[in-house]
């Protein structure tokens, strides 16, 4: 009974520790971001809705620190490539650090 408690915990334990966000956290975070964005500057590129994020890479920096290569889809046509930078900041999850444009489509 003990070793399969140890056990459980453990494998609770290690599935809730990842280092990076997963593809889905980080499609969800950067729409709502830049939907955000878009709003609060109308006249950026960024001032259509997200339609689409295609996650490109999810690279790991330092612990709790990722870097996310991505290519942002508005709902009038234009794809914009970002790379992103999040901070996970316990217990409210990944954090948008910092973004800037790449130099270039993808």
């Given at each position: 009974?003990?070793?399969?408690?140890?056990?459980?915990?453990?494998?609770?334990?290690?599935?809730?520790?990842?280092r990076?966000?997963?593809?889905?956290?980080?499609?969800?975070l950067l729409?709502?971001?830049?939907?955000?964005?878009?709003k609060?500057?109308?006249?950026?590129?960024?001032?259509?809705?997200?339609?689409?994020?295609?996650?490109?890479?999810?690279?790991?920096?330092?612990?709790n620190?990722?870097?996310?290569?991505a290519?942002?889809?508005?709902?009038?046509?234009?794809?914009?490539?970002?790379?992103?930078?999040?901070?996970?900041k316990?217990?409210f999850?990944?954090?948008?650090?910092?973004?800037?444009?790449?130099?270039?489509?993808?």
């Amino acid at each position: 009974m003990k070793k399969v408690l140890a056990l459980s915990i453990l494998v609770v334990f290690l599935a809730a520790c990842t280092r990076v966000p997963t593809a889905k956290r980080a499609d969800h975070l950067l729409a709502h971001f830049f939907n955000k964005y878009g709003k609060k500057y109308p006249t950026s590129e960024f001032n259509s809705k997200v339609s689409q994020v295609e996650i490109e890479s999810i690279n790991e920096l330092q612990k709790n620190l990722a870097a996310i290569g991505a290519n942002v889809q508005l709902e009038n046509g234009n794809t914009i490539p970002v790379e992103v930078t999040v901070l996970r900041k316990a217990p409210f999850g990944w954090r948008i650090n910092g973004w800037e444009q790449s130099p270039g489509p993808r």
